[in-house]
């Protein structure tokens, strides 16, 4: 658990591990009647064989996730899927991240980190009681700057404030990644566009098989229509229609209701059974 | 002196179109052991058929034939398991009246002998007897043959070289083996089960099959040879195209491969007993005239809808799909538009598409494929209302393991090159067939480049030579 509704889960996985670079997911299913649930690789140590994916319960198939122990299993795994990030030396990176973003921004900030560039780390959080893994960022970050929106912790506001005073005191910024919800990574391509600062960000659209199979994850980026299965996950955060992903992803939401009703039912109902 | 065969064929008893647009159940019901018997004794059991030549994988078809007119159907199943490991699933979806049915010589004057039936027909009673044919093997040769795909292609060449002696290991990027045949044809053309059935019968001949494994991520196809001695790609088509219209990425699109997936693989016409979910469209367009656009316009007529339409550039008689397919979307109350071409869609103010515009197609001189070429019409605009639209016309080839293979030839676009009468590629060792070499086809025709692929296999295995 590493917040409120928010899960970090190690998985055997020992091909995926030896193969996964940061930037890459994974598909999982849970059990025969489960949908495939893309996941982004959170960590990997190959010399374990070990994956870690994290997420957050807000549907019933991530809420069923959640409701596995240490030791049971997952019925598929499917990985590495995507391209990896782009890992050089740019000079100045700024890694932005949101919510459950941060976990998935742990290992490009190493990566880069350990690639030579500077990293300076904006994490927003709805409130002090979210904020995630700040040691283990601040670890792997030259700079980190945490903000929440009500100002209960660190600076108040939201990311994308923290990440114009970092440009406009002069910090000479090469690339900025951002990953988390849609909105926050539309706000910071926005911002940054003007100063004409390259803006990688991390796309999430529904997804099927995940490898290219199908079009579910279709975006548009600069007027083109790409996978982000396969041409993605990662994006030129200036060309990406936000909006576009934003309607897509609320295509099923009243069967994902409809899901997660029954599933709440079903279990209140063991549980009257159990007690 | 045989007796002169009936002019028509025995008819295959189906479900009744008004009951079947409401399940997915199969649609027709097969032959029963008399049914079988009196239509093989139509087969005038040629001295040089000309049957077999239509047949992609040679099936030797006088003989099950002749075998099922004297009753001795044991011996008709193991004749075809000879030269075909898939009986149950091609004579459920082989195109026949353009293969062996339509080089039957009875079809010159009558109806040509319904092999396809029969094929089937025997297929299935040999799957419900408590033993099933077992296939002859070669002995051991000690040579290892991976596989890439457990797709029509990839199970004939496994059944193959398991057949000849090799050891052999499928791999499927899925969760689920069969390909096309699992994902993409719906459970009321061909049941899970058979499919299911038959990808049983090739892994008890010894093959080894493994699935969530995509080869060109977790692993490349030169590391394969470090544990295999010769490799066979049949990664089939994969990406979807679409025309790159207007209002394509509304919501309420779907390209035919994820709808077919939704509903086939995950199971979303079971939705909410399946987690899966799938846009349930009242009014719904099909693009396209091939089997898949069928498959999709009678899918989405059973998850509901009022009206499925098919809307295809050219005429009837230019409709790429199986005639059965045809006849059934006709029977079950399907809309055809021909020689109408989607234009542009409109969307609603949350994106989901509403309204299709679409140009009136008249038909020119034929073109490359000898069909008619479609010509749009001037000023010839309309609209059709829709709430769902199903793009189905074709997939280009699967770029991950061309892409992540340096040195494998490809084409320009971007499928495998590989010799048509050996399945070779560019790199020694490495063998391809079915839709990653030639685009969108049909399953037998994979199948075909498949048993092609792996006699040349075993040759290679066996001298080396490339």
Redesign the interface.
């Known amino acids: 658990m590493l917040g409120p509704g928010i899960k970090r889960f190690e998985l055997d996985a020992r091909?995926?591990a030896?193969?996964a670079l940061p930037g890459q997911f994974v598909v999982l299913?849970i059990r025969e009647?489960?949908?495939?649930i893309p996941l982004t690789i959170a960590d990997t140590r190959p010399d374990d064989g070990v994956i870690a994916i994290v997420f957050q319960e807000v549907g019933?198939?991530t809420k069923l996730l959640g409701t596995l122990e240490k030791g049971d299993s997952i019925?598929?795994?499917?990985?590495?899927?995507g391209n990896p990030s782009e890992i050089e030396k740019f000079g100045t990176v700024v890694c932005v991240a949101g919510g459950v973003g941060t976990p998935e921004i742990l290992p490009l900030a190493r990566a880069l980190t350990q690639a030579g560039n500077k990293v300076i780390t904006i994490l927003g959080f709805r409130n002090k009681d979210l904020i995630l893994m700040e040691p283990e960022m601040k670890a792997v970050s030259s700079e980190l700057i945490v903000t929440t929106d009500d100002g209960s912790n660190g600076t108040k506001g939201f990311v994308t404030d923290a990440l114009k005073q970092v440009i406009e005191r002069g910090t000479k910024v090469d690339r900025v990644i951002a990953v988390g919800p849609v909105i926050m990574m539309k706000m910071v391509s926005k911002l940054t566009e003007p100063h004409a600062i390259p803006t990688i960000v991390s796309l999430n659209p529904i997804m099927?098989?995940g490898?290219?199979?199908?079009?579910?994850c279709?975006v548009?980026v600069g007027g083109e229509?790409k996978?982000a299965c396969?041409d993605g996950p990662e994006f030129d955060g200036h060309k990406v229609d936000f909006d576009?992903l934003m309607?897509?992803l609320?295509?099923?939401l009243p069967?994902?209701k409809?899901?997660l009703e029954?599933f709440k039912k079903t279990c209140e109902h063991q549980g009257e059974n159990d007690a | 002196m045989m007796p002169k065969p009936s002019p028509k064929r025995i008819p295959m008893r189906a479900q009744k179109p008004e009951k079947r647009r409401y399940n997915f159940d199969e649609v027709p019901f097969g032959y029963s052991p008399e049914e079988a018997m009196a239509e093989a004794q139509r087969c005038l059991q040629c001295k040089k058929p000309s049957c077999i030549k239509g047949c992609p994988v040679e099936v030797d078809i006088p003989g099950f034939i002749g075998k099922i007119a004297e009753g001795d159907f044991w011996e008709a199943a193991k004749i075809m398991k000879r030269t075909n490991v898939l009986p149950a699933i091609c004579g459920r979806v082989c195109p026949q009246e353009i293969q062996c049915e339509g080089s039957c010589v009875l079809g010159r004057k009558m109806e040509p002998v319904g092999i396809g039936n029969l094929e089937r027909f025997i297929a299935d009673w040999e799957a419900e007897q408590a033993e099933c044919v077992k296939c002859e093997k070669r002995p051991p040769t000690g040579k290892k043959v991976a596989v890439v795909g457990a797709g029509p292609a990839g199970l004939t060449v496994a059944g193959d070289c398991i057949k000849l002696g090799h050891q052999v290991t499928v791999f499927e990027a899925l969760h689920k083996p069969g390909g096309v045949l699992a994902y993409g044809i719906p459970e009321f053309r061909l049941p899970k089960a058979i499919v299911q059935r038959e990808v049983d019968f090739i892994r008890s001949m010894g093959v080894k099959l493994v699935t969530d494994e995509v080869i060109g991520k977790s692993r490349s196809i030169e590391e394969l040879f470090s544990e295999f001695d010769a490799v066979f790609i049949g990664t089939g088509a994969g990406r979807p195209w679409f025309m790159g219209i207007p209002g394509e990425n509304s919501l309420g699109v779907y390209s035919a491969n994820e709808y077919l997936t939704r509903s086939n693989l995950m199971k979303a016409y079971l939705f909410p007993k399946y987690d899966t979910p799938i846009v349930k469209g009242k009014h719904v367009a099909v693009i396209g005239g091939g089997n898949v656009a069928m498959d999709s316009a009678r899918t989405a007529l059973r998850l509901g809808a009022k009206e499925s339409m098919i809307v295809y550039r050219r005429s009837r008689k230019e409709l790429p799909a199986r005639a059965a397919e045809i006849h059934h979307a006709e029977e079950e109350g399907i809309v055809f538009n021909f020689l109408t071409l989607p234009k542009r869609y409109v969307a609603d103010k949350d994106g989901w598409v509403r309204e299709m515009e679409c140009l009136r197609m008249r038909l020119g001189e034929p073109d490359a494929s000898g069909r008619r070429r479609p010509i749009p019409i001037e000023g010839s605009e309309f609209r059709i209302p829709v709430d769902m639209v199903i793009v189905a016309i074709g997939n280009s080839p699967n770029p991950l393991i061309p892409g992540s293979t340096p040195g494998l030839e490809t084409g320009k676009h971007g499928n495998i090159v590989a010799d048509p009468k050996t399945g070779r590629t560019s790199k020694k060792g490495i063998f391809a067939g079915g839709d990653i070499v030639t685009g969108t086809a049909t399953v037998i025709l994979a199948m075909g480049a498949g048993r092609i692929a792996a006699n040349s296999i075993d040759e290679y295995l066996k001298t080396g030579e490339w």
């Open positions: 091909d995926i030896r193969k299913r009647e489960g949908e495939r019933k198939s019925l598929d795994v499917i990985g590495p899927l099927l098989d490898t290219g199979m199908c079009g579910a279709r548009n229509t996978l396969v576009l309607q897509r609320k295509i099923y069967q994902e409809e899901s029954l």
